[in-house]
């Protein structure tokens, strides 16, 4: 038997070994054993030691019963009237939250002095909880004013579901502790502060949402963020359980059982916390609490609203309940998706691949033991980069043990039947590729082609009008932050409409639409996508405005025709990506809704296909650089211009026919009317400025009407 037969049986046999250890370990991920699973938690846990403590945002403030009031005022629980002094000292607060239940009467005097209290803060969500051990009907009055914060809107993924026919996926229980109706009727909203621990007594996560009879009722966070944030709240249920809860604009991820993962800021007391015997004496300056969310909870030891957590052994409650509604805020989500998912089973398979190609191609088993030590530290280092820079939670313990399985396999196989052969068969099989080819191969090796293909798409670009003055207006950090406000929403705008995002070029947005995947009514969409990318435009200029950003304005060229779309790169490196005139013919026209004054301009291409579907004005006949062809430019029309609807089209059109036509004087008037008419429109200034030109300077005799753009 030759040199080669022996490498290449030995190199395919530690490929076979990586494989069964991957599947092997597939499997344990598929059925989830509890010892594993109590481990992957452990693992998390040490990310957070990790870590270490994180600033908690100031918005989120804890009003704490803590020893110093208890040891101050008394032991708890507090007199109904003491209780009604602490409501008293929180008005200044936006919303207050309070994690306490008022379930029995103290007496008509307490009960109604706590009530007054209550209905004179108007800014205090009442909590309560669920049991599946109670006894007694709820009160139907206390059930009545629970209700007032019952979660109506229920939206599924897929439209052709009826969202009350999917079963509620959460905690479902059977009875309720609610607080006394007296108290509960000035109360701004109500939710339930249940918790939940996991298989092994630690507190990692929160369930948002709870059933209870026929009806969804929120948690005490998201109760008191629906209140602060005043904006609805939406359950988006599918077949598989929940999807996500929104507010707002605030997409929350869950698990499908409803849970959603705390990324906790650091142990006890990380939040800005006040005691509560500090607010009822008045050595609080209220102003610290405008604006706030306040959550109001007991924290001394003793009473036992005591949490074990990752973060801390014993982390109050309340603070749950505050991490919660701080990471929503701010929306420092712990991701673990189905993206991460992917990721730890792409890790989980490649990384005893990569072990047993290294290892094919060494013959020591110290060399062996240094490439699996050095990948075993790459994959705990790189996971945890991932959940310190970005917050993404991957499994570790699978993959590890994976890469574990297939070294220990490797190296039995080597160590007893490898080394027992002649020097030929010890060495390895030699060959190497590189991790990102393997990476891409495993997923599906005809998409390592280089090459493209013909097609009809559409191309939309996007930019920022002045991002250059403004970024040297703004600090790094705000700017950022600004950037990626914009972003994420026109992002989401173009695939909700189909198409697919290039790229980003700095503030600007390439999107093509057709492709990879063939769409109908490509032009409508891309159309669609800048109609709505404007509106939202307009929604963020408004929050923005309140921060005291400038406001923001973008333009947007769309084009229709044929261009050749596949990979394109070299063969270790490649972008899916559109290249040809119709891309850069859609660029220019974005870059000339500077000099017209607007922000949508489309080709004719696109105009043909779609002129029944929107409204739009012809606006010039130009030859834009790099082309000969002069090109017919339409603006699609949307907000108050296509509200104003034919009359407005009609009476442009009208005078851009007098321009046309070489009467610059009648031209210029009917420009000015329309400008009165139509106070602060860029295309009749511009062509005011132009009469003006023609007027001073005529064009010669054979002029025909088209304007040569100068610049990009």
Same mark, same amino acid.
């Given at each position: ?149 019952? !979660? %109506? ?5 897929? /439209? #052709?579901?009826?969202? &009350? *026919?999917?079963? =509620?996926? @959460? ?75 929104? !507010? %707002? ?5 869950? /698990? #499908?059982?409803?849970? &959603? *993962?705390?990324? =906790?800021? @650091? ?446």
């Amino acid at each position: 038997m030759g040199l080669k037969s022996f490498r290449l049986e030995d190199s395919t046999v530690y490929f076979i070994l990586a494989v069964a250890a991957s599947l092997i370990i597939l499997f344990a991920y598929w059925q989830r054993p509890w010892f594993l699973t109590i481990v992957n938690m452990k693992a998390t846990d040490a990310m957070f030691a990790a870590r270490g403590s994180v600033t908690p945002p100031d918005d989120v403030v804890v009003v704490a019963i803590d020893e110093k009031s208890v040891n101050e005022l008394g032991r708890w629980p507090w007199p109904r009237k003491k209780i009604a002094r602490l409501v008293d000292s929180l008005k200044e607060a936006d919303v207050v939250a309070i994690d306490i239940v008022f379930s029995e009467d103290e007496g008509a005097e307490g009960d109604r002095v706590l009530s007054d209290a209550i209905k004179d803060a108007g800014n205090i969500v009442m909590g309560y909880f669920f049991r599946d051990d109670s006894t007694q009907d709820a009160d139907p009055l206390a059930l009545a004013q629970i209700k007032r914060s019952k !979660i %109506g809107l229920i939206s599924t993924v897929s /439209d #052709e579901a009826d969202p &009350f *026919s999917i079963p =509620f996926p @959460g905690q479902i229980f059977t009875g309720i502790e609610t607080n006394i109706p007296e108290l509960g009727n000035g109360a701004l909203g109500f939710g339930a502060f249940n918790a939940m621990p996991q298989d092994d007594g630690v507190y990692r996560t929160a369930h948002l949402t709870y059933g209870y009879g026929s009806q969804i009722y929120p948690a005490l966070s998201i109760e008191a963020l629906r209140r602060y944030l005043q904006e609805d709240i939406i359950l988006t249920l599918a077949a598989y359980g929940m999807d996500n809860l929104t !507010i %707002g604009d605030n997409v929350i991820p869950v /698990d #499908e059982d409803g849970r &959603f *993962s705390l990324n =906790f800021y @650091g142990p006890g007391g990380s939040f800005k916390t006040i005691s509560a015997t500090d607010m009822i004496n008045g050595r609080v300056d209220t102003e610290v609490l405008k604006g706030r969310l306040v959550f109001v909870g007991v924290t001394e030891k003793a009473v036992y609203d005591i949490r074990p957590t990752p973060v801390d052994s014993l982390y109050p409650g309340v603070e749950i309940h505050a991490t919660l509604a701080a990471n929503v805020l701010y929306k420092w989500y712990l991701i673990h998706d189905a993206r991460v998912k992917a990721f730890d089973l792409i890790v989980l398979v490649l990384l005893p691949l990569l072990l047993a190609t290294v290892v094919s191609r060494v013959h020591s088993t110290f060399v062996s033991l240094v490439v699996f030590i050095g990948l075993f530290f790459i994959l705990v280092a790189g996971d945890f980069a991932l959940f310190l820079f970005y917050n993404i939670k991957p499994g570790v313990v699978y993959p590890a043990l994976s890469l574990g399985l297939s070294y220990l396999s490797i190296e039995a196989y080597r160590n007893f039947v490898v080394e027992k052969k002649s020097r030929y068969l010890k060495k390895a099989f030699s060959t190497y590729v590189s991790s990102q080819l393997v990476t891409e191969l495993l997923r599906n090796p005809g998409s390592l082609k280089l090459g493209g293909e013909k097609r009809e798409v559409t191309l939309l670009f996007s930019d920022i009008r002045g991002f250059t003055t403004l970024s040297e207006k703004l600090p790094p950090q705000e700017l950022v932050r600004l950037l990626n406000e914009y972003l994420n929403p026109m992002t989401a705008i173009v695939l909700n409409e189909e198409g697919m995002l290039d790229k980003y070029i700095g503030d600007a947005i390439m999107a093509v639409f057709n492709a990879p995947v063939p769409i109908d009514d490509h032009p409508g969409k891309a159309c669609n996508t800048a109609l709505k990318m404007m509106a939202k435009l307009a929604e963020l200029n408004s929050v923005w405005k309140e921060r005291g950003y400038p406001v923001l304005d973008i333009g947007i060229g769309i084009n229709t025709g044929e261009a050749v779309v596949g990979n394109m790169g070299a063969e270790l490196r490649f972008d899916y990506t559109a290249i040809g005139d119709t891309v850069n013919l859609a660029s220019r026209l974005e870059g000339l809704n500077k000099l017209y004054g607007t922000n949508i301009i489309v080709s004719e291409n696109t105009y043909e296909l779609i002129k029944g579907q929107f409204l739009f004005r012809e606006l010039d006949l130009v030859k834009v650089k790099g082309k000969q062809r002069p090109i017919v430019m339409y603006e699609l029309l949307g907000g108050a211009q296509a509200d104003a609807g034919p009359d407005f089209i009609s009476r442009f059109s009208d005078a851009l026919r007098l321009f046309r036509s070489g009467r610059f004087e009648e031209a210029k008037g009917a420009f000015i009317a329309f400008l009165e008419a139509y106070p602060g429109d860029g295309p009749s200034r511009l062509y005011i400025k132009r009469s003006d030109e023609y007027i001073s300077n005529p064009p010669p005799e054979d002029w025909d009407g088209i304007y040569v753009a100068k610049t990009k």
